[in-house]
């Protein structure tokens, strides 16, 4: 259905103001007042069709004795059928009601602009502005409009591969950025020459280049592009920091950014949003990254699951973008959809202070709007913490940890690596050196944060307290160098505490604040950081303007640039359709809360192989079986059984692919994580629930399985049974998937379905 423009103007409506009939005909034209447009998609002529109909109910009463019930069926305006009469009299009053119902069920094909409530939170505003399909209802599939994403050298390849293959001159984004933060040792030409593809394609498509040793790429972005209300999809699991700019940030695998950049709509269920409501004034020693470890305390690993949280409240004031950042990123670790902060005077600061002080705009959430959730934090009450890798809780008090000796410190990182927190340790550390067992690191996590401590001279009281510098990017954070010995205890500042990410099995992890991390180099061991004494460092909001020097601006036609691929660079694998029925066996079984990070770790070896997904199906679940390759490929595919929460952690968009190229065509979980869950449905690989989660304790490697008839169940929407032809048992599994979902599952992939439905050119 076409919309019209002048739909979104004022336009005059009519009201009833008496029951007679004669009366009522004059007030219509009397008394038309002109009101806001409430239903943007509602065309002119469906609103003419709509007074006509009122009209003529107001003067002819209806014979019909028993009242019809309409169909839901929805209608076209064009081919709206005569007004079902009812069986009172209608009134003006009755007429006008019918009116918005003809009206409301016209516009509930179109956009939900029409359907937000008056008063909007902060995220329903940006994603009433943005959405292209569905309703703004929880649990609705939607599609909103993406203006800017962002991509990392990890995930990076695959994505402007895929995009590539759309067939496109250009990206269709506001602006699209490609950064190299996370292979910057450039260990073997492998990634290297992912990095000259990246930067040759970039130049070829119209997007930004940010080279390696320019920083993280949530910080150069927040710092270079990033603007309130605009929608941002980025590959990294941490792109909700941008929610400290009052942006509305997404992490998602890279199939769905090429996608965006395409000018397509990020397809997403709706989530429900819970406001976090922050009161009084942090003390001393305490931090945001505190506060993000105290959400982790309450809510667990995946108490985020499906929502997007909305910090509001007189706390957030005294926050600074920075440290808004470290707490919008760290509620991936809940599972969190997204995170997100009003703009306001800090943010203007921050703008500012980098140069882009006209970008600033206020965005805030409408009074006493709602919000499906509420939470209060009492900020004055909160105490430094700590989340120790297999620890009996997600996160607790550091004072309930014991003391043990510390070998190794990393400040710095995504989350903690900008100037705000590393002036803080810098300050810490003045005058004081790290403990001789302790190797201190320093992470900065962008190159304007490192030139803003060399200029406030900041940088030597860090070098003068024994710490190692490392180049600004995001290695670190994924375990590329910097790994611990065995059985040392690394304490890190990092977002995730997984010894997978973190270089190596055997270790002992804890993450915590900057001022704790601080505090235990100094003691050389795990120590609060309102040990150190009775006045905080001074926090300095200062920075520095962003250097021009590594970015590389793409030409305003790149029509002519050559596109330079190094030989481990292989095309996207492609995928079947789906089969008649499903059959293979078990290959392997995980625990709960198997994250996509055990699932294919990230480490310097892999990381030279993220453009060639042969050879990185190597790895895949090699952590639980070493030569699981071997197995899949002599099983010809087959099934993965899991816990709860599979796939925590980033998208695995990789771990994905590499199941995809292994024949792996579904995966039996208790639960799934929201953005791994979406990878595998991408890649053609069907994510299936048990209805009795207690079933699967029966279902073991090796055991024969069998969905039959699975496309015709899928197609019919009927529930699917599962069928253990090694133990001659049946379970009934779910699959939870919209209408969209399971044609993408039916074509084989997104890939499949996106080229199924493209025009030829």
């Avoid at 002819?60 to 079902?84: D, E, M």
């Avoid at 409301?104 to 943005?130: G, T, Y």
């Avoid at 100037?419 to 996590?445: F, N, Q």
């Amino acid at each position: 259905m076409a919309v019209s423009k002048k739909t979104t103007k004022k336009r005059p409506a009519k009201k009833a103001a008496s029951k007679t009939k004669a009366v009522a005909s004059k007030s219509l034209r009397a008394k038309a007042k002109p009101q806001k447009a409430k239903h943007k998609s509602v065309s002119v002529k469906s609103k003419t069709a709509a007074k006509k109909t009122a009209r003529t109910k107001a003067k002819t009463p209806p014979k019909t004795k028993t009242p019809i019930k309409s169909k839901a069926k929805t209608q076209t305006p064009s081919k709206l059928k005569k007004p079902v009469k009812s069986k009172k009299p209608s009134t003006p009053k009755t007429a006008a009601k019918q009116k918005k119902t003809s009206v409301k069920q016209i516009s509930s094909r179109r956009s939900v602009k029409a359907k937000a409530p008056a008063r909007c939170n902060l995220a329903e505003k940006i994603m009433r502005d943005h959405i292209r399909h569905g309703e703004l209802m929880p649990g609705v599939e939607i599609g909103i409009k993406i203006d800017q994403t962002l991509t990392q050298d990890a995930m990076g390849p695959m994505a402007y591969l895929q995009f590539e293959a759309m067939g496109l001159s250009r990206v269709q984004t506001e602006i699209s950025a490609s950064y190299v933060d996370i292979n910057t040792l450039q260990t073997g030409h492998e990634s290297t020459d992912d990095q000259i593809y990246l930067q040759t394609v970039a130049a070829r498509y119209g997007v930004q280049f940010s080279k390696a040793g320019n920083g993280n790429c949530h910080h150069v972005h927040m710092q270079r592009f990033g603007k309130a209300g605009r929608t941002l999809l980025g590959t990294d699991p941490l792109a909700s920091m941008a929610g400290a700019l009052g942006m509305l940030a997404f992490s998602c695998g890279g199939l769905d950014v090429a996608l965006a950049m395409c000018g397509r709509p990020y397809h997403l269920l709706m989530p429900s949003v819970c406001n976090v409501i922050l009161k009084g004034k942090m003390r001393k020693w305490v931090s945001a990254k505190d506060l993000a470890l105290e959400l982790l305390r309450r809510l667990g690993s995946n108490g985020g699951a499906g929502k997007i949280f909305e910090f509001t409240g007189e706390g957030v004031r005294s926050l600074n973008v920075e440290e808004r950042a470290a707490i919008a990123g760290m509620t991936a670790e809940l599972g969190a959809v997204s995170a997100i902060f009003p703009s306001d005077q800090q943010t203007k600061a921050y703008l500012a202070a980098h140069g882009r002080g006209r970008d600033w705009k206020a965005l805030a959430p409408d009074k006493q709007c709602h919000y499906d959730e509420k939470m209060e934090i009492s900020l004055h009450q909160l105490e430094p913490m700590a989340a120790q890798a297999g620890g009996a809780e997600p996160a607790c008090p550091v004072r309930k940890l014991p003391a043990s000796p510390v070998h190794q410190v990393v400040i710095g990182g995504a989350v903690n690596g900008g100037y705000h927190d590393l002036s803080i340790a810098a300050r810490i550390l003045k005058g004081r050196t790290a403990h001789p067992d302790v190797s201190l690191v320093i992470a900065p996590a962008s190159l304007t944060a490192l030139t803003a401590l060399q200029e406030t001279g900041e940088l030597k009281y860090l070098l003068d307290a024994g710490a190692r510098i490392l180049e600004p990017g995001n290695g670190i954070s994924v375990g590329i160098g910097q790994v611990p010995g065995c059985e040392q205890f690394s304490l890190r500042t990092t977002h995730r505490n997984l010894q997978e990410l973190n270089g190596a099995r055997g270790i002992r992890m804890c993450i915590c604040s900057v001022e704790t991390a601080a505090q235990s180099a100094i003691r050389g061991a795990l120590t609060s950081a309102k040990a150190i004494s009775s006045t905080a460092p001074a926090k300095h909001p200062k920075t520095a303007k962003p250097s021009n020097a590594l970015i590389v601006v793409p030409p305003a036609k790149g029509a002519t640039v050559q596109i330079i691929r190094g030989p481990n660079i292989r095309p996207v694998p492609t995928n079947d359709v789906l089969p008649d029925d499903l059959k293979g066996e078990v290959l392997v079984q995980t625990g709960d809360f198997f994250s996509v990070d055990q699932i294919l770790a990230q480490n310097a070896d892999n990381q030279l192989q993220r453009s060639n997904i042969p050879a990185l199906a190597r790895y895949l679940f090699h952590s639980l079986d070493p030569h699981f390759i071997q197995h899949a490929r002599e099983a010809g595919g087959g099934f993965i059984l899991a816990g709860e929460n599979y796939g925590q952690g980033a998208s695995g968009e990789y771990a994905a692919m590499a199941m995809m190229y292994l024949k792996i065509r579904a995966v039996l979980a208790k639960s799934f994580s929201r953005t791994h869950g979406i990878s595998l449905i991408n890649f053609g690989i069907l994510p299936l629930t048990f209805t009795d989660p207690t079933q699967a304790e029966s279902i073991h490697p090796g055991d024969r399985l069998e969905v039959p008839f699975v496309r015709h169940m899928l197609q019919n929407d009927k529930p699917l049974v599962l069928q253990n032809r090694t133990k001659h048992r049946d379970y009934h599994v779910s699959h939870n998937l919209t209408h969209r979902q399971v044609e993408i599952i039916l074509a084989g992939g997104l890939l499949n379905y996106i080229r199924a439905r493209q025009k030829p050119r």
